[in-house]
Nanobody, 115 residues
């Protein structure tokens, strides 16, 4: 089992920044993906960004150039820097951990961007 604890999030105005953090603990495998999904009201959950333990990254087109994902492998922590936020970035952001043994989710943290 893997447990994920998220922090960050909040209410900001358009154009401002936030930083989300997610710490994983438990049975961490050396090869894994960590990342973030988000879910806006009435919409399906969508992948925002992910990063492999070896460093490769992926970003959704909607956040490319504005969000930056990074991680500390030693502490199994993943960060998501959200810059130039837009109202359409509003939603619940869920951290996840994925290795060959399973997929695990954090509890979610709310990001609200006002116009």
């Amino acid at each position: 089992q893997v447990q994920l604890v998220e922090s960050g999030g909040g209410l900001v105005q358009a154009g401002e920044s936030l930083r989300l953090s997610c710490a994983a603990s438990g049975s961490i495998f050396s090869l894994n993906y960590m990342g973030w999904y988000r879910q806006a009201p009435g919409k399906p959950r969508e992948l925002v960004a992910r990063i492999h333990s070896r460093g490769s990254t992926f970003y959704a087109d909607s956040v490319q150039g504005r969000f930056t994902i990074s991680r500390e492998n030693a502490n199994a922590v993943v960060y998501l820097q959200l810059d130039s936020l837009k109202p359409e970035d509003t939603g619940v952001y869920y951290c996840y951990y994925h290795d060959n043994k399973g997929l695990f989710w954090g509890q979610g943290t709310q990001v609200t961007v006002s116009s």
